[in-house]
C-alpha cells in the first residue's frame, strides 16, 4: 500500500513539473485552419504545412536583429502555412503567432501576400485585460507592412503601451524577421 501511494505521488509531481514546463514553451497552433484560412484568404482551397529548421547561426542572426532572445520553444524551428488558391498555386502565406503577454499567451494569426505584404490580422486567443491590442484600428496599423520592414512595426504604434499591444508589436516583429531570414 506505501509502494503504491508513493508511486501515485510521484507521478503527480511529475505530472505538475511538465505542466509547469509545458507553461513557458511558448508555440502557436493554428486553430480550426480549414474554417479560418478563408479569413484572410477568401480564395484558398488548401494549404501545406511548412516546417524548418532554426540553425544556431540563424537564431544568433534573429536575436541580434532583435535585440532580444527567441522564447523557449521558437529558437529551434520556424512554422509557417504556404496557401493554395483554386489552381493550386501558392496564394500566399499564414503565420500562426504567439507571444508573451501578462496573463499568458497572446496568440494571433497574420496572413502574407505574395508580395511579402501584411494582408490581415487576427486575434486568436489572448486572456489580456485591456482589450486595445484586438481593435481593428489597432491590427490595421500592419497591414501593407513588408516582410523586410520588420524594425519599422513599432513606429506604426503610437498609442498607450500595454502588455497586449507590446506583445502583438514584438510578435509581429519576431515573425516577420525570422520568416526574412529563413523564407525569403
Known sequence: MVL??????????????????????YLCVWRNPERTMTTIFPDARDY???TLDISDGDRV?????????????????FLYYDMIGSDGDSIGSIIAASQKGEYGIV???????????IKDIYI??????DRTFKKREFL???????????D???QRYSGPETPGTKAVIRG?????????????
Open 4 to 25: 503504491l501511494f508513493s508511486s501515485i505521488v510521484l507521478c503527480l509531481f511529475l505530472s505538475d513539473i511538465a505542466i509547469i514546463s509545458a507553461q513557458e514553451v
Open 48 to 50: 501545406k504545412t511548412i
Open 107 to 117: 496568440e494571433f494569426v497574420f496572413g502574407l501576400d505574395e508580395e511579402g505584404k
Open 61 to 77: 542572426e534573429i536575436e541580434s536583429d532583435l535585440g532580444h532572445e527567441l522564447l523557449p520553444g521558437q529558437e529551434k524551428q
Open 172 to 184: 509581429i516583429r519576431k515573425e516577420l524577421t525570422a520568416f526574412n531570414h529563413l523564407v525569403e
Open 152 to 154: 519599422q512595426v513599432k
Open 140 to 150: 490595421d496599423l500592419f497591414v501593407g507592412l513588408n516582410v523586410s520592414e520588420a
Open 124 to 129: 486568436q486567443r489572448a486572456r489580456e485585460r
